[in-house]
């Protein structure tokens, strides 16, 4: 992640979800593996618990992702 992008506005799915209309595990799938995305929490857990991976978005990544998927 660099300098510009650390500071620039993040989202959640949820916010993209409705901003644009789909739905959140639609946003999660296309984000969760896009460079640039700010990632925590467990993805796997050994211990049996349900796992928590939080994402936030960058406004650039979300302006590359939705031009990607825009025909």
Do not use: C
Not at 11 to 16: V, W
């Amino acid at each position: 992640m660099t300098v510009q992008t650390a500071f620039e506005q993040h989202f959640t799915p949820q916010e993209l979800a409705v901003s644009w209309k789909l739905d959140v595990s639609t946003i999660r799938r296309w984000f969760i593996d896009e460079p640039g995305v700010l990632k925590y929490g467990k993805q796997s857990r050994r211990d049996g618990k349900r796992s928590y991976l939080t994402l936030r978005i960058p406004a650039s990544v979300a302006r590359r992702v939705y031009n990607k998927h825009v025909r």
